[in-house]
């Protein structure tokens, strides 16, 4: 009699687990995102950047928020300007370099119809019944060099109006680079953050209060609101010409929009540290590396500096844009060794396979 197996087939069941987020994340809390982890804190700051530049864009332009305007730079037309009046003048000296050539070939042309003359009244004395000479062709060669000179003068004559444009040009360029009779100043958006959270990364605009020699009643006084100590907006939107007749050497404390787009920059920034500055044509000399360091200046125009050391860097930025950016007390680059590798010849393959292939000639001579 056999034995019966019975083999009994369980089920296997398989659990799908589902994690949930902890029950003390909330959607609300702002320390997390939406994959329920803790935000960095670069991350917060910029979250903190966007609400505020939020807010900015919602304001109306006479109430501190966005123009309605793009800012324009006349610096960069002036240049641009500079630039096509440059271009028209190499134009032109073309057209003049071809007019003076084209000149020289008719005098070429008329020295060989001077010379057909005078071939053909030879003619008429050496030989009877022989053609009388006709300088017609030579008068008519000689009124169109009359004409070319004539153009040539009037080319010419152009050429010094370009000239005395950018002449003018550069002039005018060379006025706004010296121009700091008005030299603004305002805080980054990293420090008016810091402000309203109430942090001591940076410099506050009350810290700043006593550089301001403003005009008030037109640029707006200066209160607490919106969280912060701040101008207030101007009462009015052309408060600049208020400077216009004024003679006066000013700082001007976080400047209206209006105001800021027509003088000298300077922005006190925070996390500012190394940066490899394009102005450097040679960023390793002597073997050291060179890297610029909290102060940026582009264009003697507008400068960024670090609040770690602004106590200094304000006034000496200042006297640099007065002094059209010629000179500076404070250095604005570092220089850096560069660190060494030192190499082992003896490490590489080839030296020593080429000391090994010495050793054997040298055991050939006794053993081989």
Known sequence: ????????????????????????YSDEDENYDEGYRYLSYEEKQQKELDRLFAEYLDKEPGDGGAP??????????????????????????????????????????????????????????????????????????????????????????????FEIKINTKELLLEVLKHDAKLIGVELSANC???????????????????????????????????????REPSNYNDSFRAYETDDKIRIILDPPFYEKSRIKMITIESNFGYYADPTISNHVIDGKRVLGKERIINDCYTARISVDNWKKLLPDTILTFRNGCESAEISDTESFDMPKTEIDIWSSPNIAYSQWLLEMKEKCKVLC
Not at 4 to 16: G, T
Not at 105 to 116: A, R, S
Not at 202 to 229: H, R, V
């Open 68 to 161: 309605d305007v793009e800012l324009v730079d006349f610096e960069q037309i002036h240049q641009d300007e500079l630039k096509q009046y440059q271009k028209e003048l190499d134009d032109h000296n073309r057209i003049v370099d071809t007019k003076i050539s084209n000149i020289q070939t008719q005098n070429e042309i008329i020295e060989k119809e001077k010379l057909k003359l005078v071939q053909a009244q030879q003619r008429v004395q050496d030989e009877w019944g022989a053609p009388k000479p006709n300088n017609a062709q030579l008068t008519s060669e000689y009124q169109k060099l009359e004409i070319m000179t004539t153009e040539l003068e009037e080319l010419i004559k152009q050429r010094v109006g």
């Open 192 to 230: 008016i953050a810091a402000a309203k959270l109430n942090m001591t990364v940076c410099p506050t605009y009350e810290d700043l209060l006593p550089l301001d020699n403003s005009l008030t009643q037109y640029s707006g006084e200066f209160s607490y609101y919106d969280g912060y100590f701040h």
């Open 1 to 24: 009699m056999g034995v019966r197996v019975i083999v009994l087939v369980l089920p296997i069941i398989v659990l799908a687990i589902t994690m949930s987020a902890p029950l003390s």
